[in-house]
């Protein structure tokens, strides 16, 4: 990696490594990181000058907020407000300031229990059923599955992946 790092600067093209580390599973959301909270080995926390966290906002799913449990230049009590920019990997934008009063999980509307508990990443722009609609017309050819990436934004992978998915959930593969 410091090879790496030495022959991006002798090109003028300086490489920062990321480590990424996970909170431990008891860790609560309503909580600033600390060094007790990561999960792993604790050097990592220990030989970082700077050390971010990325965590959910309770201002919405499309949110996150990012803080800092070590800063060495800097205010590390400064928090900031970033949201989903839309792009096909995962990018961010500064929304604004924020506080540790914004961390939380997001307050979302009461649905209809479905017994189904979401996983982990942002929720679906579709509901199984409108994504079975779409599999459906695709299947009956009235539209293949461009015209539907091009009219509502969703691929024929999240399509079929979410097809396949609700019929292993639901014992109707084969």
Known sequence: MDYLRRLGLEKGKPLTPL???????????????????????KRNVCFTNNFLYLTYCKLGSDKRVLGFMK?????????????????????????????????????EPAEESSGNKGGPGRKSKY??????????????????YEDVKRDY??????????????????????
């Open 153 to 174: 934004g969703i691929s024929r992978s999240a399509i079929r992946k979410r097809v396949y998915r609700a019929r292993i959930a639901y014992g109707t593969h084969g």
């Open 71 to 107: 800063l060495k230049h800097g205010n590390k009590e400064a928090v900031s407000i970033l949201e989903f920019v839309g792009t096909k990997i995962d990018q961010f934008r500064y929304v604004g300031k924020g506080g540790k009063k914004d961390l939380s999980e997001p307050a």
């Open 19 to 41: 480590k990424v580390c996970h909170a431990k599973s008891d860790w609560k959301l309503t909580n600033p990181l600390t060094p007790a909270s990561v999960r792993g080995d």
């Open 127 to 144: 509901g199984l059923e409108e994504v079975m609609v779409f599999y459906n017309m695709v299947q009956s050819k009235k539209c293949t």
